[in-house]
């Protein structure tokens, strides 16, 4: 037995029932507090170079470490991870706080095998956290796995996806006071790049920035919301659980279909077009899968449908909603103009469904014919699905030129745009870098119904940073 669990008594183990407390364990507010004081002492990349401050960065270790220990009995499936994160910490201390290497606590993790709805797991790495710190620094987070059981069901069936693991906050140190809600193991300071076997993402944050955002939003377009998608605004755990099945879906999709590339496009400089239409191919997949299921189960009797089957039919049209709304009103308003690819797939969203007449801004009132819509987002997925699969057959910079037609058919180009005008051919004619250096940083602009929603819809969606499913 490890040093760190030697003290836990055979048996049933020491879990706290309430998440709460541990929120307010004496150890972890320890650790948090060390954690958030060992930060400034660090540089970029994680490591520690002014020497002068050691002795106080090892007071934080020492700290982080009792703490750790005390608190890992009430994470008894996480012991190889805890044991080894200790391990981890103490090493970094040690060997003068260079380049920190968590990469055998990281493989020690692995929260996918652990999907049990309510499990809660310690974890702590010098990381980046996105849309948060693009710095390695050290970040404690107190998460609670979501697994319902209709989630279970679908992931056992035709939507498996092992790597999946939708989580909520407990509590968590300042890199996740921001607008990240994902939890990616590719993010921790490590000497290695292994393959990667899990990925979380924190549906509670989604849910909660969701609800305050479209709420907003409604009101000032003065749109008429169904009585269905209003109870997403007023129900925290339905829609996370909403989004859990959303993010369920989308995840595995980056991974299927008729792809003519690397489906994550890592280490890949492309145009930012690209990454918005894989983002949207991925959504929109979720939205033709939870039309289906909706048909296929509202095509049997209620009596015929199990417990699991009555949940997947009454999430499946809430996930139609959620990915049209949150499409439109977060993401489309969300961040820079500077390359904003989730912005963009928003835009074509809202475009599509414009100019297919199943959305429309009229009167200064925004109206949306549902019965329409599922046909017409299945389209625009189809369109995208389409593109890839042809592009399968042509080069790289062929499927980028097929793939800007495809945008810039519904979303109106900058005035000053080189692509709409036509690349010169000494651009054609030369490397990928070439075409991808004449991109504006904001190809594709806001429509005049953008700048002004936008006006009024900025401070909401700033409020939104560092939301969690208790606010």
């Known amino acids: 037995m490890s040093k760190s669990h030697a003290h836990v008594i055979v048996g049933e183990p020491e879990v706290l029932e309430d998440r709460a407390d541990l929120a307010t364990h004496p150890a972890w507010l320890r650790l948090k507090d060390a954690a958030t004081g060992i930060r400034p002492l660090q540089v970029k990349d994680g ?9 106080s960065a090892r007071g934080f270790v020492a700290t982080i470490v009792d703490a750790v220990r005390e608190l890992a009995p009430l994470f008894p499936w996480d012991a190889a991870y805890l044991d080894a994160v200790v391990i981890d910490m103490e090493r970094w201390s040690r060997e003068d706080f260079g380049v920190p290497d968590f990469f055998d606590s990281l493989m020690a993790f692995q929260p996918q095998e652990h999907r049990i709805d309510g499990r809660t797991h310690l974890v702590l790495f010098p990381m980046y956290t996105q849309n948060g710190s693009t710095d390695r620094l050290v970040e404690a987070v107190i998460v609670e796995v979501l697994w319902p059981e209709f989630i279970a069901e679908l992931e056992a069936g035709d939507y498996s996806n092992k790597l999946f693991v939708p989580i909520r906050f407990v509590d968590f140190t300042p890199g996740y006071d921001t607008n990240s809600a994902v939890l990616f193991p590719e993010t921790v300071a490590m000497r290695a790049i292994p393959t990667f076997t899990w990925g979380a993402i924190f549906a509670d944050r989604e849910a909660a920035r969701f609800r305050r955002v479209v709420k907003a939003a409604a009101e000032i377009t003065k749109l008429d919301l169904p009585a269905d998608a209003q109870v997403l605004l007023e129900d925290q755990k ?5 989004f859990v099945m959303w993010d369920l879906i989308h995840d595995r999709t980056h991974m299927r279909g008729d792809l003519p590339f690397d489906p994550f496009m890592i280490k890949q400089r492309m145009p930012f077009f690209l990454y918005s239409l894989e ?26 449908l199990t417990e699991a089957e009555t949940e997947i039919l009454a999430h499946a049209k809430l996930v139609q909603y959620a990915v049209i709304f949150d499409r439109i009103f977060r993401f489309a308003l969300t961040g820079s103009r500077v390359r904003n690819y989730d912005g963009l797939g928003g835009q074509l ?6 100019q297919h007449h199943v959305l429309h801004w009229t009167d200064t009132a925004l109206t949306i014919d549902w019965a329409e819509v599922p046909d017409v987002v299945v389209a625009l997925g189809n369109a995208i699905d389409d593109l890839y699969w042809r592009s399968i057959d042509r080069p790289k910079v062929a499927h980028w030129l097929a793939a800007y ?21 000494d651009v054609l004619t030369g490397a990928p870098k070439g075409y991808t250096d004449l991109v504006m940083d904001d190809e594709f602009p806001l429509s005049m119904f953008y700048e002004a929603l936008s ?6 969606i700033e409020s939104t940073a560092g939301i969690t499913g208790r606010d």
């Open 47 to 55: 490591s520690i170079p002014e020497t002068d401050v050691h002795d």
């Open 238 to 242: 339905l829609t996370e659980e909403t």
């Open 279 to 304: 983002e949207l191919r991925c959504d929109l997949t979720a939205f033709r899968e939870s039309v289906k299921l909706e048909r296929t189960l509202s095509a049997q009797s209620p009596a015929e």
């Open 349 to 354: 969203l809202f475009a599509w469904l414009h």
């Open 405 to 425: 037609d495809l945008v810039s058919g519904t979303v109106e180009p900058h005035p000053a745009s080189k692509w709409a005008r036509g690349l010169p051919d």
């Open 455 to 460: 006006k009024k819809m900025r401070d909401v």
